[in-house]
């Protein structure tokens, strides 16, 4: 907005010639103002101001410029504001409003002496005609601006003035206490306090101010008693004032006075309103109850309340537990630990580290100073769930239980939770094991443990290692019946033998048969080669046997090859077995049974490809399964050989290639790669395990390993066996053994 330019000349401001008479701009200019066209009125204002002074009276000059200065505020233009009043002052300085205005405008411009000096001939023409309270407003105006301009004593004095008219004026009151202190004066500070809480009628204020001059008590006197008493006057005008008990805390503990300190404490839970801060208070006021006042059961009290308000305190809690300790008040102890478990079981936020340590304590109060040993185990169960892997704890546990009949079962269950802690050796938990089952009088289970104890190295002392020699026998126990399907998925197949693989492997092994197969003239195998399965030999009745109980109708066809190592399948078309003449005629029973009980069950079709190929070429084969049911992904770069493409392209049609696209869909969901790694090693491990099921002797099942000529995985001797000793223990495998007649007592 443009400035109106104002020339002072010895007859006033210049303007132009007016444009209608005085009066009746006036009263169009009010109207304007009256409809709110404060735009159209500022207007008109200038266009009146700029008519010559003379053709005005003193009274039409000062409205004028006023009013335009009124105007100019609303339109927030404060110096044109400044110029008018200042025009309007200049011809009448007795005018109050003008007066009061010109001074506000000139302190907000930063002319504070000149706003100072206008305030002043405001006071001095127009005190006598104003009540007490507009004489203490321009006394607080005198005053604000004597402090603004750094004169705190001539501020002091216009404050008090202003007091004098009007004693509870608080803007004085607030201004003087300003004022004195800077002056520095301690007493006068005090008194100006005084004055200032006197003339407070809000109870908050009040308490407030008290807090402030308790610490001026303290700041400039060194008297914490009396500011002690000053807070507590503070408290009582308002209770919630926690800065004030805040304060109590504070001075009365410097002072030693920990009853207070204890007090202000429990004053503070009071005042909070969420259940952690509560918490908090309680527990100070309590650790000083507890460790300076020597008042172990009101700070027992304090503790079990605060953990009430926050059941997670577990500071608060080993006091209580610290304090029932030494009374040696174990009732009280366990009724805590009751409180605060099923306190902080009911969070939404259950920390079950906390909770665990809680059943943990309360499990050792039960069996250390209750003699209640049924109720440690509980509760040492219960710990369990919420650490599973506190080996200490299960340590504890177990020892609790696998001496006594009735805890049998747990015992064992822990043992065997033992054994699945990574780094735990198996001697320090199958012997406990084999002791427990003795114990149970369960002879088959105590010589498999026993049996998996001498097979992992460890020594076993001399009653140990006869046990297991009485019941190692050289001779094969047959299995009775036959393996279903069924007991193989419960008892048998590991974890990683995802029955999608299985079926899409066993649906990919017809059309690529003969692709992966070779002749038997590749092998110089001729016709008086085979092995008629007729002839009465250990080896074709053990193969006879093996092959019915894993139920095969047909067995593979059998062929001798004299430098053969072993039993392998020799990927042959038509399809069969290769053995050595070792092996057929002079190898031992339990050697034959894992090898043959082995090789028939990588015979089956889910796992025959897995026999005789490359980790790599399954992959590559399964990607291509992939990709025939899946056209629209480029998967043929992972496999170069078109040939198994084109066989298996025309194999799978219709009915055939929508079972396929099921499997893999299934195989697909939730797996970003087509890793084969587990389920390959799954493969041997389970053929490892039919192996065992067989000879029944880990023994001849590690020498077995150590000959065969060909791994299906790159795992080492030592691997392998440590699965398979694993499984020796499992319950999977001591279930299994009854069903099939293999138990040894």
């Not at 805890?407 to 735990?424: C, D, F, K, N, S």
Request: glycine content about 6%; charged content about 30%; hydrophobic content about 40%.
């Amino acid at each position: 907005m443009a400035m109106v330019e104002v020339h002072v000349e010895p007859g006033g401001l210049e303007f132009g010639p007016a444009l209608v008479p005085f009066s009746e701009s006036r009263a169009q200019i009010e109207a304007l103002l009256g409809q709110g066209s404060v735009e159209k009125a500022r207007l008109r204002l200038e266009e009146l101001a700029r008519q010559p002074e003379a053709t005005r009276d003193g009274s039409q000059n000062i409205w004028l410029y006023s009013r335009l200065g009124q105007v100019y505020l609303a339109l927030d233009d404060a110096e044109n504001a400044r110029l008018s009043f200042g025009r309007a002052y200049a011809i009448e300085p007795r005018d109050r409003e003008v007066a009061a205005a010109y001074s506000e405008l000139l302190e907000s411009g930063g002319e504070r002496e000149r706003a100072l000096q206008v305030a002043q001939m405001l006071l001095l023409h127009h005190k006598p005609g104003l009540d007490a309270g507009q004489v203490a407003g321009i006394y607080d105006r005198i005053g604000g601006l004597r402090e603004a301009l750094g004169d705190h004593r001539e501020a002091r004095a216009a404050f008090e003035m202003a007091l004098v008219e009007v004693p509870e004026d608080k803007q004085a009151l607030t201004g003087l206490l300003r004022a004195v202190g800077e002056l520095g004066d301690p007493g006068d500070v005090v008194e100006a306090r005084l004055k200032l809480i006197q003339g407070l009628d809000d109870d908050r204020a009040r308490s407030m101010a008290l807090v402030a001059l308790g610490d001026d008590w303290i700041k400039s006197f060194n008297d914490p008693e009396r500011a002690l008493d000053t807070f507590e006057e503070a408290v009582a005008q308002w209770p919630q004032n926690r800065h004030a008990v805040e304060r109590i805390a504070e001075v009365a503990r410097e002072l030693g006075d920990f009853r207070r300190v204890s007090r202000a404490y429990f004053t503070l839970s009071m005042i909070a309103e969420q259940g952690p801060e509560k918490a908090e208070y309680l527990i100070r006021s309590a650790n000083v109850a507890r460790t300076e006042l020597w008042e172990s059961e009101k700070a027992l009290a304090g503790y079990r309340k605060a953990l009430e308000y926050d059941s997670t305190r577990l500071d608060a809690f080993k006091s209580v537990t610290s304090i029932l300790v030494d009374a040696r008040d174990w009732a009280e102890l366990e009724a805590s630990y009751v409180q605060v478990i099923a306190a902080n079981s009911e969070r939404d936020d259950v920390d079950p580290n906390l909770l665990g340590v809680l059943w943990q304590k309360l499990g050792d109060l039960y069996r250390d100073h209750l003699d209640r040993n049924d109720d440690a185990i509980f509760a040492f169960n219960q710990a369990l769930e919420y650490l599973p892997d506190h080996a200490g704890l299960r340590s504890e546990l177990i020892a609790l239980t696998e001496e006594h009949p009735e805890h049998y079962e747990t015992a064992i269950a822990h043992l065997r939770a033992m054994g699945q802690t990574p780094g735990v050796q198996p001697a320090q938990w199958l012997d406990r094991l084999g002791k427990v089952y003795l114990r149970q009088k369960n002879i088959d289970h105590a010589f498999c443990v026993y049996r998996a104890l001498r097979a992992s190295g460890a020594r076993l002392d001399a009653k140990a290692l006869g046990f297991v020699e009485r019941f190692d026998s050289k001779l094969i126990k047959p299995i009775r019946g036959q393996i279903n399907p069924s007991m193989m998925r419960r008892y048998i197949f590991t974890p990683g033998l995802e029955s999608e693989l299985n079926e899409c492997f066993r649906l990919l092994k017809p059309p690529l048969k003969e692709y992966t197969g070779e002749s038997r003239s590749t092998y110089g195998l001729k016709r008086r080669d085979r092995v008629k399965l007729g002839d009465n030999m250990a080896f074709s009745n053990f193969y006879k046997s093996v092959g019915a109980a894993l139920g095969y109708t047909e067995l593979p066809e059998l062929w001798r090859k004299a430098d053969q190592v072993g039993l392998v399948n020799g990927a042959l078309v038509p399809e069969g077995l290769i053995v050595s003449e070792d092996l057929l005629v002079s190898a031992r029973e339990k050697h034959i049974a894992f090898m043959v009980a082995k090789q028939l069950f990588l015979f089956l079709d889910p796992f025959y490809l897995a026999g005789i190929l490359a980790q790599t070429d399954l992959e590559a084969i399964l990607y291509r399964a992939v990709a025939l049911v899946r056209p629209e992904v480029d998967y043929a770069a992972s496999f170069q050989n078109e040939e198994a493409f084109k066989l298996m392209r025309r194999a799978f049609k219709g009915d055939d290639l929508a079972r396929l696209k099921r499997v893999v869909e299934a195989m697909l969901q939730g797996r970003d790669e087509l890793a084969l790694g587990p389920w390959v090693e799954a493969i041997e491990d389970t053929a490892n395990r039919i192996g065992f099921l067989f000879c029944d002797d880990l023994g001849v099942a590690e020498a077995c390993l150590r000959e065969e000529p060909r791994c299906i995985s790159q795992r080492s001797i030592e691997s392998r066996m440590r699965s398979l000793i694993d499984y020796s223990v499992s319950e999977q495998y001591l279930s299994l053994r009854p069903q099939l007649g293999i138990q040894v007592a």
